[in-house]
C-alpha cells in the first residue's frame, strides 16, 4: 500500500497517543508535528523521531505533503484549528471535544462536508474488540434482545484532591462543562454505538465536589502526577463539575442513568456499561477491557474472554493477538486509524469510525445537560 503521510498538532499527553498508533500501521508516516513555538516543536520532534518541526501550525497546513492532520490541541483551540484544516483541504482526525459548543461543532458539520474530505474524532473506546463484540450482540443477532435499560459510568480519580490541578479546570480552556464533555462524551457515545440507540432527553445533577482548588505555579501536563510543593499554591474558585449524574431517555423510549466523577478515589480510568436486555445483560469495564460478562436469568452467566476465535467474525478482526494475549487502550485508537486510514486509501469502503456528526451530537447531549441542570428539569437535546 503506498504510504499516507500524516502530522500532529499538538504534543501533549494524547499527541504522542497518535503518533505511536501511526506507526503500528505500517503505511502511515508522520513527518511533521506542530506546537506553539517552535522551540517545543523540534523538542517534541527529536523526542520522537518526526523530521519536520513547526512552530505554527499553519505551517504545518501549507506543507503539500501531509495528507492528514490529527487535532490534538486543548479544547479551546479546537474549533479554530478544525476549520483551518478544512479549509486547507487535508483529511482530519480530531480529538474530542470536536468544539466548545454546540453552535461550533455544527458548523465544523458544514464545512467538513462541503470540504469533500474524510472527517472522524477519537471515539477510540468504541474500537476495543469487546465493545465490538457487544455491539453485535445488541444489535446484529438476538444474543441481548430489546434493550430494556442502560448503566453506564465512567470513574477518575487524578483530579480527586483539591490540591490536583490540571488546565481542563479551567473553563476558557475546556469549556463550560468539564467531567461531562471530558469524559462523559465516551460515556454517551460508547453507550449509543453498542446499544444502536439515540439519547433524546436528559435530567441531569452537576456538582462541583472542590468550589475551590490550589492550583500550582508551574504548568501541569495532563496526568503528570499529585502537586508536590504545596508551599507554592495559588487558591482559585472552580464552577465546572467534578461529578454529574445523569437519567437519560433513547429514542426507544427506555431509559437510563449515567455517571462521571472525577473524583473517584482508586478509579483511574474506569469506563463501564451494563446493558439490561430482555434475553441476556452485558457489562464491561475498561480496566479489564478484554472481559465481557453475559448476565442470563434462566442461565448460568459467562465472561467472554477476548479470543479472536471465540468472538463474532465482525468483532474479531479487532483482535490482533491469540486468546491470553491482553490488547488494551493503545489498541483502540490503532484500531480507529487503521479503519480511517483504510477508508482514504481505499481499503475499507465502509468507514466505520465515528464522524465529526458523532462529535457534534455528544456536545448536543452535553448542551442539554448543563441545560437541565440550570433548569433542573427534562430537556430535549437538539441535534
Given at each position: 500500500?503506498?504510504?499516507?503521510?500524516?502530522?500532529?498538532?499538538?504534543?501533549?499527553?494524547?499527541?504522542?497517543?497518535?503518533?505511536?498508533?501511526?506507526?503500528?500501521?505500517?503505511?502511515?508516516?508522520?513527518?511533521?508535528?506542530?506546537?506553539?513555538?517552535?522551540?517545543?516543536?523540534?523538542?517534541?520532534?527529536?523526542?520522537?523521531?518526526?523530521?519536520?518541526?513547526?512552530?505554527?501550525?499553519?505551517?504545518?497546513?501549507?506543507?503539500?505533503?501531509?495528507?492528514?492532520?490529527?487535532?490534538?490541541?486543548?479544547?479551546?483551540?479546537?474549533?479554530?484549528?478544525?476549520?483551518?484544516?478544512?479549509?486547507?483541504?487535508k483529511?482530519?482526525?480530531?480529538?474530542k471535544?470536536?468544539?466548545?459548543?454546540?453552535?461550533?461543532?455544527?458548523?465544523?458539520?458544514?464545512?467538513?462536508?462541503?470540504?469533500?474530505?474524510?472527517?472522524?474524532?477519537?471515539?477510540?473506546?468504541?474500537?476495543?474488540?469487546?465493545?465490538?463484540?457487544?455491539?453485535?450482540?445488541?444489535?446484529?443477532?438476538?444474543?441481548?434482545?430489546?434493550?430494556?435499560?442502560?448503566?453506564?459510568?465512567?470513574?477518575?480519580?487524578?483530579?480527586?484532591?483539591?490540591?490536583?490541578?490540571?488546565?481542563?479546570?479551567?473553563?476558557?480552556?475546556?469549556?463550560?462543562?468539564?467531567?461531562?464533555?471530558?469524559?462523559?462524551?465516551?460515556l454517551?457515545?460508547?453507550?449509543?454505538?453498542?446499544?444502536?440507540?439515540?439519547?433524546?432527553?436528559?435530567?441531569?445533577?452537576?456538582?462541583?465536589?472542590?468550589?475551590?482548588?490550589?492550583?500550582?505555579?508551574?504548568?501541569?501536563e495532563?496526568?503528570?502526577?499529585?502537586v508536590?510543593?504545596?508551599?507554592?499554591?495559588?487558591?482559585?474558585?472552580?464552577?465546572t463539575?467534578?461529578?454529574?449524574?445523569?437519567?437519560?431517555?433513547?429514542?426507544?423510549?427506555?431509559?437510563?442513568?449515567?455517571?462521571?466523577?472525577?473524583?473517584?478515589?482508586?478509579?483511574?480510568?474506569?469506563?463501564?456499561f451494563?446493558?439490561?436486555?430482555?434475553?441476556?445483560?452485558?457489562?464491561w469495564?475498561?480496566?479489564?477491557?478484554?472481559?465481557?460478562?453475559?448476565?442470563?436469568?434462566?442461565?448460568?452467566?459467562?465472561?467472554?474472554?477476548?479470543?479472536?476465535?471465540?468472538?463474532?467474525?465482525?468483532?474479531?478482526?479487532?483482535?490482533?493477538?491469540?486468546?491470553?494475549?491482553?490488547?488494551?487502550?493503545?489498541?483502540?485508537?490503532?484500531?480507529?486509524?487503521?479503519?480511517?486510514?483504510?477508508?482514504?486509501?481505499?481499503?475499507?469502503?465502509?468507514?466505520?469510525?465515528?464522524?465529526?456528526?458523532?462529535?457534534?451530537?455528544?456536545?448536543?447531549?452535553?448542551?442539554?445537560?448543563?441545560?437541565?441542570?440550570?433548569?433542573?428539569?427534562?430537556?430535549?437535546?437538539?441535534?
Amino acid at each position: 500500500m503506498q504510504a499516507i503521510k500524516a502530522g500532529i498538532v499538538g504534543t501533549g499527553f494524547i499527541g504522542p497517543v497518535h503518533v505511536e498508533a501511526l506507526r503500528r500501521l505500517g503505511y502511515v508516516k508522520v513527518v511533521a508535528v506542530a506546537e506553539r513555538d517552535v522551540d517545543l516543536a523540534q523538542a517534541k520532534a527529536d523526542e520522537l523521531s518526526i523530521p519536520k518541526a513547526y512552530g505554527d501550525y499553519r505551517q504545518l497546513l501549507a506543507d503539500p505533503e501531509i495528507q492528514v492532520v490529527h487535532n490534538c490541541t486543548p479544547n479551546h483551540l479546537h474549533f479554530e484549528v478544525n476549520r483551518n484544516i478544512l479549509a486547507a483541504g487535508k483529511h482530519i482526525i480530531s480529538e474530542k471535544p470536536l468544539a466548545m459548543n454546540s453552535t461550533e461543532s455544527r458548523e465544523l458539520v458544514r464545512l467538513a462536508e462541503a470540504a469533500g474530505v474524510v472527517h472522524a474524532i477519537d471515539f477510540n473506546y468504541r474500537y476495543m474488540p469487546l465493545v465490538q463484540q457487544a455491539r453485535i450482540m445488541c444489535q446484529a443477532t438476538d444474543d441481548v434482545g430489546r434493550v430494556l435499560a442502560v448503566h453506564g459510568t465512567y470513574f477518575q480519580d487524578w483530579l480527586h484532591k483539591d490540591t490536583d490541578w490540571n488546565w481542563r479546570l479551567v473553563p476558557e480552556f475546556s469549556g463550560e462543562s468539564r467531567a461531562v464533555a471530558d469524559i462523559g462524551s465516551h460515556l454517551c457515545d460508547i453507550v449509543q454505538f453498542v446499544t444502536g440507540l439515540k439519547i433524546v432527553r436528559v435530567m441531569a445533577d452537576l456538582v462541583t465536589i472542590h468550589p475551590v482548588r490550589k492550583r500550582p505555579k508551574v504548568e501541569v501536563e495532563t496526568y503528570a502526577g499529585k502537586v508536590l510543593d504545596l508551599s507554592d499554591l495559588e487558591e482559585v474558585a472552580i464552577d465546572t463539575e467534578d461529578y454529574a449524574s445523569i437519567l437519560v431517555e433513547f429514542d426507544s423510549g427506555m431509559h437510563g442513568v449515567l455517571t462521571v466523577n472525577q473524583c473517584a478515589a482508586g478509579r483511574k480510568n474506569r469506563l463501564s456499561f451494563e446493558i439490561n436486555g430482555s434475553n441476556a445483560a452485558l457489562a464491561w469495564n475498561q480496566e479489564r477491557p478484554n472481559e465481557l460478562w453475559v448476565g442470563r436469568r434462566d442461565g448460568p452467566n459467562q465472561t467472554i474472554m477476548k479470543d479472536p476465535s471465540l468472538l463474532y467474525a465482525e468483532a474479531s478482526e479487532y483482535a490482533h493477538y491469540p486468546g491470553g494475549h491482553n490488547e488494551a487502550y493503545p489498541d483502540g485508537p490503532k484500531n480507529l486509524f487503521r479503519n480511517v486510514y483504510g477508508f482514504i486509501a481505499g481499503e475499507r469502503p465502509g468507514g466505520d469510525f465515528a464522524t465529526f456528526v458523532d462529535g457534534h451530537n455528544e456536545i448536543a447531549i452535553c448542551d442539554a445537560v448543563l441545560k437541565s441542570n440550570q433548569e433542573k428539569q427534562w430537556v430535549d437535546v437538539n441535534y
